[in-house]
């Protein structure tokens, strides 16, 4: 008989209490567990998606690049063609074989006589612009059907043809017709892309004659000309360096219900062969050319995923369409990102697994060792979630979580020290609680933001300035349910770093400039002068932050290799003998020398050594030609050319800017490229209408 006060009897309740103690010590452990193990695989995964987005992201960014540079080059060479055809709109014996027209006292064989000249003439300029090439299919029964298509004619205001060259066909009236329609006074018409005979496409331009010396706007006749497409025209698709084997650049237009593609492909596919219904909305070609910018989840025309992007050509209905194969693109960045998603993955699994291992050993140990084995566990749950707090705290940043209240749920050591709080006091409290009303608002206001769009939201935060200037970068992360993930980087250091170097290199530059102007009377601020215009004319041609600071920089520099020339020859009011004018022609590739081994961000060392070049290749010292030499130095190189012609000189007198512009003209296409002296043309206007010239 056990007797009363046994000390088994006494033990019982004791155990029992201890018993169901560890049991809600075990469910809490476990329960704070699977929080912990959730929160990480969600910020996994949410990691892993907005890494996916980046890379989408950035091939975009990279095709839209590449789409600009190529509508740009198209958009020029049309500029060009309409140039050249208003040009030859103003031939005063155009002008005056239309006004003879109406004159019926002129004798016939005068008449016959200028008309034969106006089409020797034409046949020059056909032949010079390249308006010669395709087998027609828009001539009429009318005795000039042959067996080429192209070149130039010009009609009288009613679209009637007064003469033609030897290579044009006779236009037809369904031809004429939707140009006149479209004519406007100073404006060239452009006619849709269609077909000759022979399968290559075409294009025609309509411009509008007027009377010599004319008061009005009304045309007494139009100059038309039919111009082949020619794989000249289709190179200009072709990014320069392009290696991707799935990238592909092409035009398309919207033709009634159905989208044509306008130039060649790289199936082999010929310009116009190929087009689409509207409906094939999936389609990247019938997609971009019906108004979308960008869009996911397109096909090519054999059904394969692709990212693509478009951009309109200026002055028409063609949209440009730059894609790449979706696969090809994103298939390096997808298994860097799988690997790290699984590996991370796997590493939570492990620990939630050893813990659970822990919890199960725990209770189901003897009543004799249960506090000793709930110890153990705790011990273990304390190390385990050390580990995850230590893989947090190792994040450079610091890290915040908060549910739908904005309280905080986690956070790394990071955040918590800024605040001086410890994390036990800090879990459950308000941001504004822990950050007071000023600091946490922002804050605040950003995760609304994301609650509301459901996408990530990224803030930039400059304060302060000089040795108080704070830089940092918030990134506000949904992780669902109205909870937030916030990651803080501090940028300060990295800017402020940025910033100093650029205003080093900035005064070295400036030291450098008065060096060069000490030394040359006659070309003191020259190279200033050309520094300011180079930029005008970079911004002129839509070159990027980089490529504009690149010329601005190389222009000032260009003339620090006269510090190697004696300065009697730099000012000297004689003729130059030979030897010192390749000593002057020399000194700005001593100028790229001497600066060759400062750490620019953009090419200003290469731009000095390009100066030299000509678009035609006849330049030095290497002889580049057309797209071979950098933007900048064409810039650069107009810019010096244009200022030297307009300042005083030891040897002559500055020319007015009028007369420098008619001499830089003569040189478009052969020394620089045409879309750069016109782009100086409207850089000294606009600096003309800024200063009230």
Do not use: C
């Not at 050319?289 to 992007?309: H, M, N, Y």
């Amino acid at each position: 008989m056990t007797q009363s006060g046994d000390p088994v009897q006494a033990v019982d309740p004791v155990l029992g209490e201890g018993r169901r103690r560890m049991r809600r010590r075990a469910f809490w452990a476990f329960g704070m567990l699977v929080g912990a193990t959730a929160l990480a695989v969600l910020a996994i995964i949410v990691h892993a998606g907005n890494e996916r987005e980046r890379l989408r992201s950035d091939w975009e960014t990279s095709l839209g690049l590449v789409a600009d540079s190529r509508a740009a080059a198209i958009g020029g060479w049309l500029g060009e063609r309409r140039t050249e055809l208003a040009r030859l709109a103003g031939n005063r014996t155009m002008q005056y074989l239309l006004v003879d027209l109406a004159d019926p006292d002129l004798p016939r064989e005068a008449l016959e006589e200028r008309r034969r000249y106006v089409e020797r003439v034409l046949d020059d300029e056909a032949e010079r612009g390249g308006y010669a090439g395709a087998t027609s299919a828009l001539s009429q029964n009318s005795g000039r059907t042959g067996s080429v298509s192209g070149g130039l004619a010009v009609l009288d205001a009613e679209g009637r043809p007064v003469a033609l060259g030897t290579a044009m066909p006779f236009p037809s009236e369904d031809l004429v017709r939707p140009l006149l329609a479209d004519a406007r006074p100073g404006r060239i018409a452009l006619s849709p892309v269609f077909a000759a005979a022979d399968g290559r496409p075409m294009i025609a331009l309509l411009a509008p004659v007027l009377a010599p010396e004319a008061v009005d706007a009304r045309p007494i006749g139009h100059l038309l000309g039919l111009r082949p497409l020619d794989p000249g025209f289709f190179d200009l698709l072709h990014q320069p360096g392009d290696v991707a084997p799935s990238a592909e650049t092409y035009l398309v237009d919207r033709a009634g219900d159905s989208v044509r593609v306008l130039s060649p492909l790289r199936d082999g596919t010929s310009p116009l062969e190929r087009q689409y219904p509207a409906t094939q909305v999936r389609n990247a070609a019938v997609a971009l050319a019906t108004g979308a910018a960008a869009t996911d989840g397109l096909v090519d025309a054999a059904g394969r995923p692709v990212l693509a992007v478009s951009r309109s050509v200026e002055g028409t209905n063609w949209t440009l369409v730059r894609q790449i194969g979706r696969t090809a693109a994103l298939a390096e960045g997808e298994s860097r990102i799988r690997i790290l998603q699984v590996v991370l993955l796997l590493g939570v699994l492990l620990v939630a697994a050893a813990i659970v291992a822990v919890w199960r050993k725990a209770v189901s140990d003897k009543l004799a060792g249960a506090a000793q084995d709930l110890q153990a566990a705790l011990s273990e749950s304390r190390r385990l979630g050390a580990l995850l707090t230590n893989v947090a705290d190792a994040v450079p940043g610091a890290i915040v979580a908060v549910d739908r209240g904005d309280r905080v749920t986690f956070g790394n050591r990071e955040i918590f020290a800024a605040i001086g709080i410890e994390p036990d006091d800090a879990l459950g409290k308000s941001l504004d609680g822990l950050f007071g009303p000023g600091l946490a608002r922002p804050l605040v206001d950003a995760n609304r933001r994301v609650r509301e769009t459901g996408k990530a939201v990224q803030e930039i935060d400059d304060t302060g300035s000089d040795a108080s200037r704070k830089v940092l970068r918030r990134d506000h992360i949904p992780l669902g349910a109205g909870a937030v993930l916030t990651v803080s980087q501090d940028l300060t250091e990295i800017v402020t770093e940025r910033e100093r170097r650029a205003k080093q290199l900035d005064a070295l530059v400036g030291v450098l400039v008065s060096v060069i102007d000490n030394r040359d009377a006659y070309a003191a601020h020259h190279s200033e002068r050309v520094a300011r215009l180079s930029e005008q004319v970079a911004r002129q041609l839509g070159l990027d932050r980089v490529q504009v600071e690149a010329a601005t920089t190389a222009a000032r520099l260009m003339n620090l290799g006269k510090i190697t020339i004696d300065p009697s020859i730099l000012t000297k009011s004689t003729g130059l003998t030979l030897e010192e004018l390749e000593q002057v022609r020399g000194s700005i590739q001593r100028s790229a020398d001497l600066v060759s081994g400062i750490p620019f961000e953009g090419p200003v060392v290469e731009t000095l050594r390009q100066l030299q070049e000509n678009h035609d290749g006849s330049g030095q010292p290497k002889g580049l030609a057309g797209d071979a030499i950098l933007p900048t130095a064409q810039v650069v190189a107009i810019a010096n050319a244009y200022v030297a012609l307009t300042s005083d000189r030891a040897h002559r007198a500055a020319r007015t800017s009028l007369e420098a512009l008619e001499l830089l003209w003569k040189d478009a296409g052969t020394k620089f490229a045409r879309q750069v002296v016109a782009a100086l043309v409207m850089a000294v206007e606009t600096q003309g209408r800024d200063t009230g010239g």
